[in-house]
T-cell receptor, first 110, second 111 residues
């Protein structure tokens, strides 16, 4: 059974702070993704990665960066958090066109 | 451009009634289509994919390439079907395989 874990379920940060969201998968999947989930907007892709040290911008990469130093770990970084980045963040890995999601991190930026 | 639309933000039906969640897509090629579901306080999970042609929890979905639709149907809704449903497509983009999700439809099955 695929397991995708995220480092925090809830996170509260202040404007301007640097924020790290961690995601780990245990099934040796090559593909990993970061989305934000907002009511009425569905899931919007921030960044994805097809291999270690490789990254591709999604639909809304502004204000975010990512890091993939190991195959199982994909980190999302908010360089300087802003209130409009308050959202639910979902990590996923994929295999054969199917995505497996983590439980999500609800980030609040004050 | 790759796009998935779900026209209904909220759909309410009574228990035992038929339910249809609409999904339309635009994609220049042959995508794979999926329905994902998120129950309250649970993670997003795959419900079904068109290539499997299977029925999961009584739900089915038929890919209509002519109408570019992939509507989700169930003949008799149950209260436990209440959840958020997302239609998604997977295809080949410039960076490899990519996924596009629709905005979601919240299904509420009333007793």
């Amino acid at each position: 059974d695929v397991k995708v874990t995220q480092s925090s379920r809830y996170l509260v940060k202040r404007t301007g702070e640097k924020v790290f969201l961690e995601c780990v998968q245990d099934m040796d999947h090559e593909n990993m993704f970061w989305y934000r989930q907002d009511p009425g907007l569905g899931l919007r892709l921030i960044y994805f990665s097809y291999d270690v040290k490789m990254k591709e911008k999604g639909d809304i990469p502004e204000g975010y960066s990512v890091s993939r130093e190991k195959k199982e770990r994909f980190s999302l970084i908010l360089e300087s958090a802003s209130t409009n980045q308050t959202s639910m963040y979902l990590c996923a890995s994929s295999f054969l066109h199917t995505q497996y999601f983590g439980p999500g991190t609800r980030l609040t930026v004050l | 451009a790759q796009r998935v639309t779900q026209p209904e933000k909220l759909l309410s039906v009574f228990k035992g009634a038929p339910v249809e969640l609409k999904c339309n897509y635009s994609y220049s090629g042959s995508p794979e289509l999926f329905w994902y579901v998120q129950y309250s306080r649970q993670r997003l999970q795959l419900l079904l994919r068109h290539i499997s042609r299977e029925s999961i929890k009584g739900f089915t979905a038929d890919l209509n390439k002519g109408e570019t639709s992939f509507h989700l149907k169930k003949p008799f809704a149950q209260e436990e079907d209440s959840a958020m449903y997302y239609c998604a497509l997977s295809g080949r983009g410039s960076g490899g395989q990519n996924f596009v999700f629709g905005p979601g439809t919240r299904l509420s099955v009333l007793p």
